[in-house]
């Protein structure tokens, strides 16, 4: 595997457009993968976290129609 380190201005846009690409191009379980990696870094990083935290947040909304 070849590893390509880029260096952006920090209001590039291409910045953006690569980071875009670069996930586009993963599938979805290296996308799971790396978002399950993401969640237990914060929790390492994060000890005193409550454990009822650990997991993906749900959201729920509530809509009414006028």
Known sequence: MEKIVRKYHLKDPQQYKDEQEYWRNKTSEERLMALEAIRETW???NPDADESEQGFRRVIRIVKPE
């Open 43 to 45: 929790h390492k990083l």
